[in-house]
């Protein structure tokens, strides 16, 4: 805006010292149509600033700020070619809906609407017919096409506050789970920025190579010996290692986990190769799958295409799908039964969600991990609960691992139930690639140094 006023200036010293030029020696008319000109082309800059254009849009408005959802981690892996691809055919997808109602501008990486309403449910409609448009422009690997809007209902502030509280209102609307928009509230603001930093800082990672996978040990104590692993992504941060669990929660809410569990596995598929090379043996290494990763259209295909890229066998990994989920039930189970028909899949946490006696009825399920909560419960109605829970999944046939095994009172509860595949820092914390390579390579099954 203000470089537009530079630019305006400069424009009229030149023209009207060429004007008087011209006036001087005769030439009115041509000097007269100069003048007019630089007056045209004053009238159009002016006009095109956002804040003018929103004062002289008359009656009561609202400011719509609208970004792409995960528009820098598309950016990260598809290129500035497709990034600005999608933000063009975006930008004609709202000029479309908006018509004659509003005003929209669009910048490098966002997109402001002043609409000529105040009707949140007229401004709601919109936001879903520009959504609805948006999701039917690609067909891609894990490209998930959302419009993230922040609505602020004007009031009679000047226009930069009231797109700074849009703005702030979009922030929020990021972590929104079913609706892609969020109107202002003063509350949880300074809470909503900090996730954003969090989140900033998770994108940069990624992009610098800072995660790094590690791998905890299942054993089988019965028979004294390893049996998988379950790969673990850890963030390298100023020589510290940083658990999946200080950041996992605001990855899901962004739909971050998309794309780290796009790198969990091609690392894992990586490391795979890397055992094979060196002649060493190996057992199924399970991958986690969040909830995001598991509503994209196109999952299982993406996960067909990586392993072909790699040279992976299905049988070398399996899926872990947490009964955690807040999509519906039925859809749930449509996911995870058209999953196991193409990978080895495991139930995680199981116990905690919905339905779970349903969920292994109706999917082709081969192992189910009970969660850490039912391990460390020591009351009786606890161990009632989960004598049952080993006892039925045992009498369906499945593999049963017990997680979160911190104590040798823990392991031996469980051995005298029959529970022999064991995961926890009892026998192992998440282990570096080196760490455990040497662990398989040894042949040596005792308990691993704590």
């Known amino acids: 805006m203000k470089n537009n006023h530079i630019f305006t ?163 929020m609307a990021k972590k929104e789970q079913i609706d892609y928009y969020k109107y202002y509230d003063d509350l949880d603001i300074e809470d909503e920025l900090n996730e954003k930093k969090i989140l900033n800082n998770l994108v940069n990672a990624l992009k610098n190579n800072d995660f790094e996978i590690f791998f905890q040990p299942k054993y089988d104590y019965k028979n004294n010996i390893v049996v998988g692993s379950e790969a673990l992504v850890r963030l390298r941060q100023n020589d510290n290692i940083v658990a999946a669990k200080e950041f996992i929660d605001i990855a899901e809410k962004y739909g971050f986990t998309v794309y780290l569990d796009k790198y969990v596995l091609k690392e894992v598929c990586k490391k795979i190769n890397e055992l094979k090379k060196d002649n060493i043996k190996f057992n199924t290494i399970s991958i986690n799958v969040s909830r ?14 990586i392993l072909k890229k790699y040279n992976i066998d299905k049988n070398d990994i399996e899926l872990e799908v947490t009964e955690r989920n807040e999509d519906s039930y039925t859809s749930l189970v449509e996911k995870i039964h058209e999953l196991s028909k193409k990978f080895n899949v495991s139930i995680d946490d199981f116990g905690i969600g919905n339905s779970s006696l349903s969920m292994l009825m109706e999917n082709h399920i081969k192992t189910v991990k009970i969660d850490r909560q039912f391990i460390i419960d020591k009351s009786e109605n606890g161990r009632k609960l989960l004598n049952n829970i080993i006892k039925l999944i045992k009498e369906l046939d499945f593999n049963i691992i017990a997680e979160g095994v911190e104590t040798i009172e823990q392991q031996e509860y469980l051995k005298s139930k029959g529970c022999n595949i064991i995961q926890g820092y009892y026998f192992s914390k998440p282990l570096t690639f080196n760490e455990y390579k040497n662990l398989l390579d040894r042949r040596s099954w005792w308990i691993l140094e704590k």
């Open 292 to 305: 995001k990763t598991l509503c994209q259209n196109n999952m299982i295909e993406y996960y067909e295409s």
């Open 9 to 171: 200036l400069i424009i009229n010293c030149f023209s009207l010292i060429f004007s008087a030029i011209l006036l001087y020696f005769n030439y009115d008319i041509i000097a007269y149509l100069l003048i007019a000109f630089v007056l045209i082309v004053d009238i159009l800059i002016y006009t095109s600033d956002i804040d003018i254009r929103y004062k002289l849009l008359s009656g009561k408005k609202s400011i719509i700020y609208a970004v792409v959802d995960n528009l820098n981690v598309i950016n990260l892996y598809y290129g500035y070619r497709m990034t600005k691809n999608i933000t063009n055919k975006v930008y004609k997808i709202i000029k479309e809906k908006v018509g004659n109602k509003g005003i929209v501008k669009k910048y490098d990486n966002y997109f402001i609407i002043i609409i000529n309403f105040q009707n949140k449910n007229e401004l709601n409609y919109l936001i879903s017919r520009i959504n609805n448009d948006i999701d039917l422009l690609y067909d891609d690997e894990l490209v998930s096409l959302n419009l993230r809007c922040g609505i602020h209902i004007c009031d009679d502030e000047d226009y930069n506050s009231n797109e700074n509280r849009a703005s702030i209102a979009c922030e």
